[in-house]
């Protein structure tokens, strides 16, 4: 097997014996994504099976692939309605892989991607897999954040003026040309800040793909993964970035026909209103929060080319992201004017 950028199966061994993990053997290490987040990888002693994480190799923006975040939320949410994968070892210093990684363990079941994974699955096992989805987001959106000890994991208060200031400063960090209506959008956004919101624990990447589902039941939500870009804020940016994902638009940002994307999963306000429904709550200035997720999502496609072009990603068609920028930014001005 040739070398896995950003691994070290020797010195992830020796890591996890230190942390008191029992390892029968050398590790056999393998890539299960990477390039364009952060990097993935399956390893087993033969025995067990783990699932490790950490930041790309190259191209970083501040708090895009925070380890650290992602340990402290699946920690905390282990006793929960939330599913996620048990926690097993937490390197923050960086010390067996150059970069801080997330240790946990292997949860067997199917993730959805493609468009093509679908077609295995009749209309009613969508619908499904679509009311799974939408409950775990509302279980976590109702988690008591204080009384898990995620009371300190943000600052619910202002987050959704904080989130226009990240992702415009963001914006000056990856841009690779000028584009006017990232100002004009960035300047809307700041003008249109709702007043009141709820807080929670918000996923801040939510879609089919970051979930695993049942082997044997897509019906069934095993484990939500990909937790980086989590926090304490408004739940209703964690639903306008769900349905916005939900664009096919979103298909030139990752180089493929997404399953999320389909047109066999509801459209985005089938989604929204389901969801509230679900949640009990309502789409308060949702204007706002699909134009904060447009913006949102055209920064990231445009900090897929950026690092692409930095010679630090792995994805095909990556030096396309950008292309998409645009038309999100476009999307976002229309959604804002619909702001009452």
């Not at 996620?84 to 923050?92: C, G, L, N, Y």
């Not at 807080?199 to 937790?227: Q, S, Y």
């Not at 998409?324 to 004017?337: D, N, P, Q, Y």
Request: hydrophobic share 45%.
């Amino acid at each position: 097997m040739g070398a896995l950028p950003g691994m070290d199966p020797v010195a992830l061994h020796d890591f996890l014996v230190r942390s008191g993990v029992p390892v029968a053997g050398e590790l056999t290490v393998e890539l299960i994504s990477g390039g364009r987040s952060n990097l993935t990888f399956s390893a087993t002693d033969g025995v067990s099976r783990w699932v490790v994480r950490r930041p790309p190799t190259g191209g970083l923006t501040p708090s895009a692939h925070d380890m650290n975040r992602e340990w402290r939320v699946t920690t905390a949410l282990q006793d929960t309605a939330v599913p996620v994968a048990r926690t097993i070892a937490f390197d923050a210093e960086g010390s067996a892989l150059g970069a801080p990684c997330t240790v946990v363990e292997f949860v067997d079941g199917t993730v959805i991607r493609s468009a093509a994974d679908l077609d295995a699955l009749d209309d009613v096992t969508i619908d499904r897999n679509v009311d799974a989805l939408i409950r775990v987001l509302a279980d976590l959106h109702a988690v008591d954040y204080e009384a898990v000890g995620l009371g300190e994991f943000g600052r619910p208060e202002g987050y959704c003026a904080r989130q226009v200031k990240t992702w415009t400063r963001q914006w000056d960090l990856v841009k690779t040309r000028e584009l006017p209506d990232v100002a004009r959008l960035a300047e809307q956004l700041a003008e249109n800040i709702p007043a009141d919101s709820a807080n929670a624990v918000v996923h801040g990447d939510f879609r089919v793909d970051n979930t695993i589902l049942g082997k044997d039941d897509p019906g069934r939500v095993e484990a939500v993964v990909d937790w980086e870009m989590s926090t304490l804020g408004d739940p209703l940016t964690d639903v306008a970035l769900m349905c916005v994902y939900r664009e096919p638009i979103f298909d030139r940002v990752i180089g493929m026909t997404a399953a999320w994307t389909s047109d066999r999963y509801p459209d985005t306000t089938d989604l929204a209103q389901r969801y509230a429904a679900t949640a009990g709550s309502d789409l308060r200035h949702w204007g706002f929060y699909l134009a904060l997720a447009n913006f949102k999502l055209g920064v990231i496609g445009e900090g897929i080319t950026h690092r692409a072009l930095s010679g630090a990603s792995s994805g095909d068609g990556a030096e396309k992201a950008a292309e998409a920028t645009a038309e999100f930014m476009a999307a976002g001005l229309r959604a804002i004017a619909s702001t009452e």
